[in-house]
Each structure stands twice: as C-alpha cells, then as structure tokens.
C-alpha cells in the first residue's frame, strides 16, 4: 500500500501511512501548560481528584492522562516523558503521546511546562483548623506520670501515628499535658480506638471509652469517642502487699507480673485485678548475706546504716552478696538488680 499523501510504500489506516495519519488526525492538543496543585505542607500533589503522596517524575504520567484527553477516536493515550526542572514550580516537559490505532502505532510529541500551585491538601487543611474525633487520655492509677512514662508515651503516639499518616490520612491534631497525663487530639475516632488499645496493652493499663455526639458530615451524625488508658499505679521494682502479702513487681505490660517475696513465685494480674494492692515502702540494695546464730538464717546487713535483719525468704539462701528487699520490719531476696545509689 501506499500513503496517499507522500506515497511511502507499507501499511496504511484511510490511505495514509502512521506519520501523516498522526498530522492529521493529532492525538491530543497539547495544553500551552499542566497546573499541579501541591501541598505547601506534605508535598502532596493532586491529580484527579485525589491527593497523593507520589513523586512528581512519577505522578507526571498520570497527570497527563488526566489534563491531556484524546482527541477522538482516541480513547487510550499512552504518555512518556523527560522532565527539566526551571525553577522548584517550574518544569518543561517534552512528551510523547502514544496510542495504537487499526493496527498502527502512533506518536505525537509536543512540549508543554508543568507548573506546581502551592496549595494545601485535605488532611493538612484538617489539622491546621485543629480539627480532631478521637480523644485519647492518658492517666495513672493514683498518681501523676512519670517524666519516663510522659516521654516513652509521647514517641509511642508520635510513631504510630506516623505509620497511620503514610498508610491513610491521619494525623495528630495536638497534644496536651494536663492532670499528671497526657491528651492527644487524634483525626479519626478509629486511630483514637487503636491508640488506646496499644497504650493500654504496652505499658499496663485499664481502657475505657465513652463517645459524645458532636455534629454532622454529610447528613451523618459525628461521634467524638474519648478513650481513657488508666495505667496501673505499680511500677516494675514496687514493693505491693496484696491480700497480706508482699510481692515486688517484676514487670508491668499487659499483665503485670508479680513475685512472691517469700516463696520467689510469680504470678501475672490484669491491672484492675490489683486495685486492692498497696505499695509499700521498701529499699532494693545488693546487701552481704551472713549466717545467723539459727540453724538456716542467714542475716542481711544494710550497707549505710549497718542494721541488721534475717532475710525471711523460703529456699536455700547462700551467704555472699545479694540483692534484697529491705522493708521497715523484715528483709528478702529480690530478682531484680539493686539501686545503684546504694551498696
Ligand atoms: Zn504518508
Ligand atoms: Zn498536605
């Protein structure tokens, strides 16, 4: 076949060949300039209708495919491109459009300069007006938290919402220390729900939740649920009497872990289940055990006032050196290190 047009021998589509059929039946019309909109706060872009946080060079296809239509009968137009950044808002772009027509492979390029707006996306725009569902607080049982608690709190909120940020668009609205805890503002009432759940289970605590109408989105009515995480009023080390008995904690997460001081056994109560218990003032120092004028007893010796007390634990006790727990009236083995201010 011949093209009608300049008469190159090969295939044809209405009498011309690919290039003349592409000069008179052009693929696009390529716009003078592509808008971007682009979040002056996350970097976002948004093409189509939907924000995203993908890399300008790799967005730029389909952005194209979304400004730049197909000029009948052209539905499906391919686009590849080279990218010269003029300044950070600024890059000219040389493209070429393909698409495949009646058997043939078409192309067009053209040049055209994409221009980034600055602009402010959906989630960034939400948490600059400070707007926030959830309610996550962040309590412990009769008594302030501590400065470590306060900060190993924050970082686990801090990192998890950073990974929801990057997975959806969550975000943190702000952060309030009051009452000895902490208050974070969260965007979903679904992340608030979660943060709770992994506060309550990683640093030992009880969790409840209560929600408030406050308004409606889109003819729904919207709930503000506050959960309130209730960490346990023991710390790993605290001394505890419970049902008359002493026990040192040994670990606090989901369950806190408690060893009997006398007999060394350990077992794990939920939070609430300690709400009877009482912490008891005690010391924790590595002490030198000696013998007792009895025929097992061995003494402990405290190293700055000199007293002396028989260590009460069941088990074979050596003589040497160990930690105990030093109590107004009695003295045990721990299994826990010593205080390092003393001995
Ligand atoms: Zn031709
Ligand atoms: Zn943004």
Redesign the pocket.
């Known amino acids: 076949m011949f093209c009608v047009e300049c008469g190159r021998e090969g295939p044809t589509t209405g009498g011309l060949c690919p290039a003349c059929f592409a000069r008179k039946h052009p693929l696009v019309d390529p716009p003078p300039h592509v808008d971007v909109p682009r979040?002056q706060?996350?970097?976002?872009l948004l093409v189509g209708s939907t924000?995203t946080r993908a890399e300008l060079d790799q967005a730029v296809p389909t952005i194209l495919r979304a400004k730049v239509p197909g000029r009948p009968p052209f539905a499906r137009v391919r686009f590849t491109h080279v990218a010269r950044e003029e300044d950070a808002n600024n890059f000219a772009l040389t493209v070429k459009a393909s698409t495949s027509h009646e058997g043939l492979e078409l192309v067009q390029d053209f040049h055209t300069r994409l221009r980034l707006k600055p602009s402010?996306?959906d989630?960034?725009a939400k948490q600059r007006s400070r707007y926030f569902e959830g309610i996550v607080q962040v309590r412990a049982e009769d008594r302030g938290l501590t400065p470590g608690e306060l900060r190993a709190v924050r970082t686990f909120v801090q990192a998890r919402v950073d990974r929801a940020a990057r997975e959806s668009s969550e975000f943190l609205s702000r952060v309030e220390a009051t009452h000895g805890g902490l208050d974070f503002y969260v965007s979903s009432n679904a992340l608030g729900k979660v943060l709770a759940r992994e506060l309550a289970s990683a640093f030992g605590g009880t969790l409840t939740t209560s929600s408030k109408l406050f308004g409606q989105k889109q003819g729904k009515e919207v709930y503000r649920v506050t959960s309130l995480v209730r960490l346990s009023a023991f710390r790993p080390g605290d001394v505890v009497r419970r049902k008359g008995a002493l026990s040192e904690v040994t670990k606090v997460a989901t369950f806190l872990v408690l060893r009997d001081l006398v007999s060394g056994e350990e077992r794990r109560f939920r939070p609430r289940d300690l709400r009877g218990a009482v912490r008891v003032d005690a010391e924790r120092f590595a002490a030198d055990l000696e013998p007792a004028d009895a025929d097992d007893a061995v003494v402990a010796t405290h190293p700055e006032t000199g007293a002396q007390r028989a260590v009460t634990s069941r088990g074979p006790l050596k003589r040497g050196r160990a930690v105990v727990v030093w109590t107004a009236d009695a003295a045990f083995l721990s299994a826990l290190p010593g205080d390092p201010s003393k001995g």
């Open positions: 979040c706060a996350c970097g976002s924000w402010l996306c989630p960034c």
